[in-house]
């Protein structure tokens, strides 16, 4: 099922409010705390514990209870659609196909504002509206140097190790001591606008504004300011090596110069960056001169970042007084380090539309992690806003 549609309200002069959620959900990745389980639902207090709760499974009911909200409360409101997606943790890959199928009822213009669902929250005290997501890369890379592997003794020294050419390929593209992307095509100027926006936010929550990470005692963060920081998570480039084939657990290793490693990467991208480019660029600079003559694999793709265009009056106005009603406090506006292809999808096919991107993942959700957790109060409290906004 890679897709879900719903439909409420009567036509408008205008295009129709599309709200965007998915209902996949990540593997559970990891040893959960005890209490906990991945696929059985925990409550304790206001937090609800499982796989999915938060990313992104709450959409489902935001979307239809703020439907409801404005049913029960007789609020008038357009058209919308509800588009739950299946496949976005798989990179959306049928999202085109369905897009293309919901053309002619989101009409020739398409429609007029989006309201997504599934990006995050700095804090749980305000609505918080995402102003940008990085692209993603992702790479298999794998380097052979033998068809079995050989007693350490004997080949050390004359065979080169295959993970030392990996470390060697990896330098290509990444600078081991700062961790910086080597490659034009993966690096992007970023607007004076998200500049100021950055300082704004630090201005708003202080020097920790996105620290919170649960970092081991004496870490040392990137970045010479929390201003560099919030760049760093927003618009930067960066690499993380997310998963290897070849080596064993250290409990079963034994002295043999392995015959191969595989390594997955996964490189955020700045929202701007054209990520077929960079990953084009990726496979033609790791695949180049392969060193001692291995055999070098490289399998890559990218998905397109998003950068939001300027918000119109009446949707700025709509989300600043919803924060304040249902929130108490002023709406914040921050960049998103994480990917959702659909928005640079629907902003391409449809250049006019306006978009509100929002969402729960906040402080101790663990997306993608052990213990993802949904806070109840926000998930209530996003949902009367969204009800707010589609009725103004």
């Not at 439907?67 to 990179?91: F, P, T, Y």
């Not at 794998?142 to 050989?150: C, F, I």
């Not at 929202?271 to 960079?278: K, M, Q, R, T, V």
Request: glycine share 12%; net charge negative.
């Amino acid at each position: 099922m890679p897709a879900t549609l719903g439909y409420a309200g009567a036509g408008s002069s205008g295009g129709p409010a599309l709200l965007y959620g998915h209902l996949d959900k990540q593997p559970p990745l990891g040893a959960w705390r005890d209490g906990l389980d991945p696929f059985v639902p925990v409550r304790e207090g206001d937090h609800l514990y499982g796989r999915g709760a938060a990313d992104d499974g709450y959409s489902v009911f935001a979307a239809l209870g703020a439907l409801q909200i404005m049913h029960e409360a007789g609020i008038d409101h357009g058209r919308c659609i509800v588009l739950i997606e299946a496949s976005e943790e798989s990179g959306s890959p049928h999202l085109p196909a369905y897009l293309d199928a919901l053309s002619e009822r989101l009409g020739p213009a398409g429609p007029s504002v989006v309201v997504c669902l599934d990006s995050g929250s700095l804090t749980y005290d305000r609505l918080w509206v995402t102003t940008s997501l990085r692209g993603l890369l992702t790479a298999e890379i794998r380097v052979d140097v033998l068809t079995e592997g050989v007693h350490s003794g004997s080949a050390g020294g004359v065979v080169p190790s295959s993970f030392r050419i990996l470390r060697h390929l990896l330098s290509r593209i990444e600078d081991a001591d700062t961790g910086a992307i080597l490659l034009e095509e993966c690096n992007a100027e970023v607007p004076e606008v998200r500049r100021r926006e950055a300082a704004a936010l630090v201005e708003a929550l202080g020097e920790g504004a996105v620290d919170g990470f649960p970092t081991v005692p004496g870490l040392r963060l990137g970045g010479d300011s929390a201003v560099d920081r919030v760049l760093a998570r927003t618009w930067a480039p960066s690499l993380a090596l997310v998963g290897m084939d070849g080596i064993p657990p250290v409990g079963d290793a034994g002295n043999v110069l392995r015959p191969f490693t595989t390594c997955k990467i996964a490189m955020r991208l700045p929202p701007s960056a054209d990520a077929g480019l960079a990953a084009a660029r990726v496979g033609e600079i790791l695949h180049a001169d392969p060193p001692s003559g291995a055999r070098v694999t490289v399998e890559a793709e990218g998905a397109r970042g998003f950068d939001s265009p300027p918000m119109a009056e009446w949707l700025a106005q709509a989300a600043a007084d919803a924060s304040v009603a249902y929130f108490g406090q002023p709406a914040g506006a921050m960049g998103e380090g994480g990917t959702i292809p659909f928005l640079s999808a629907l902003q391409e096919k449809y250049p006019a539309a306006q978009f509100l991107v929002t969402g729960v993942l906040g402080p101790g959700s663990n997306a993608h992690g052990p213990n993802e957790m949904l806070h109840l109060p926000t998930a209530k409290r996003l949902t009367a806003s969204v009800a707010h906004v589609l009725g103004a």
